[in-house]
């Protein structure tokens, strides 16, 4: 009998992250949920999953209403089949220092970014849970660690998701239910998000470098998806900025405090009119990548190493046993030399 697929919902899934992953799952021929609000994102990324060989049912949704959120988990029970895996990914934000931001524009990225989480988790738990199997991704950031500068709103999300994930995690293993929670952390990526983020800087926002294509976040994903892996960070960056905040978090107050404005802006100008998603989606596809191409790496060694550590650890163990085994052989060598010195008489104790 053949396998059924498996059913994945990936919310955010018309651009960035989320529409690389949808890609990555596609290819592996699973039937995907592809939630957001951009209609015209959705159907370019149902029409990329369909040709990699996987299934896509598209359902318009805006993740800070819980209710539209319950709505499209049923959608997908009814139409897809049984919810596998769910990935919580969808986010907005607005770059700006906090003194200028509005109460209404941090609720939104708040709603959007961390409570968006919260409700795809439930909606999610309301199906694996009966049946004792299932998987949660959230895709988190190493800004849910060490916090920058006029991401105010988006980090604080971001580190409420963390915090919010580990307290239920310990809730599922209180219960002994087996729905795996894992929480993915990432680098800066070559994403749209700087094409559409609300912005009240004077200069076009980047992603600080190093920058990886959303392909690889993507590959870490699904690599989380299929692993009991309690967290993976992808990108050596990443793990540096979350070990260095454990490490020296006042030094990188400073640092970022003199660096972080400029490090997050080009050289060129801004438009003040440029439209933005925060509070609706805009009308094109803007696909997975930013336009940072040229400066985006295709590959993380960090993240193959890390997703083979066991194969790692045994390549280093066998290189240290060859080491050791070499050391004694040259030591058994050296003793039988001097032993055949000694019985000659030329070598004298």
């Known amino acids: 009998m053949a396998k059924q697929p498996e059913t994945v919902v990936i919310t955010g899934a018309s651009a960035g992250v989320g529409r690389a992953a949808a890609r990555e799952f596609a ?10 609000r951009g209609e015209a994102g959705l159907n370019a990324a149902r029409e990329e999953v369909v040709s990699l060989g996987g299934q896509a049912l598209i359902v318009p949704v805006d993740l800070a209403d819980h209710k539209q959120v319950e709505a499209a988990a049923a959608e997908v029970e009814r139409s897809l089949g049984t919810i596998d895996i769910w ?18 524009e941090f609720r939104r990225v708040t709603e959007v970014t961390y409570l ?3 409700y795809g988790t439930m909606a999610a738990l309301r199906y694996m849970v009966p ?22 709103a988006y980090c ?14 310990s809730e599922l293993l209180h219960d002994n239910l087996n729905v795996h929670l894992t929480m993915v952390q990432l680098p800066a990526l070559n994403t749209p998000q700087f094409e559409w983020v609300k912005s009240r800087l004077t200069r076009k926002p980047q992603p600080v470098p190093p920058i990886f294509e959303p392909e690889v976040a993507a590959r870490g994903i699904y690599w989380a998806a299929h692993h009991r892996r309690r967290e993976l960070d992808i990108g050596f960056s990443s793990v540096k900025a979350i070990v260095g905040n454990k490490v020296f978090p006042g030094y990188l107050d400073r640092y970022l405090g003199r660096h972080g404005y400029d490090a997050q802006q080009t050289n060129e100008p801004a438009d003040p009119n440029r439209p933005n998603n925060l509070w609706k989606p ?18 993380s060694v960090q993240l193959w190493t890390t997703t083979h550590r066991a194969w790692f650890a045994g390549a280093i163990g066998i290189a240290l046993a060859w080491a050791g085994l070499a050391y004694t052989m040259r030591r058994w060598s050296s003793m039988q030399s001097s032993s055949d010195l000694a019985q000659t008489g030329l070598l004298r104790p």
């Open 87 to 104: 990935i919580n990914n969808a986010m907005v934000s607005v770059f700006s220092p906090f003194r200028e931001m509005t109460s209404e």
């Open 282 to 299: 805009l009308p094109q596809d803007f696909g997975a990548h930013g336009r940072f191409d040229a400066q985006a790496r295709s590959e």
């Open 27 to 36: 290819k592996h021929g699973a039937s995907i949920a592809l939630l957001a």
């Open 116 to 118: 968006g989480v919260v």
């Open 131 to 152: 049946r004792n199997r299932g998987t949660i991704v959230q895709v988190g950031s190493a800004l849910a660690y060490r916090s920058i500068p006029l991401q105010s």
């Open 156 to 169: 604080g999300a971001k580190h409420a998701v963390r915090g919010f994930t580990d307290s239920l995690r």
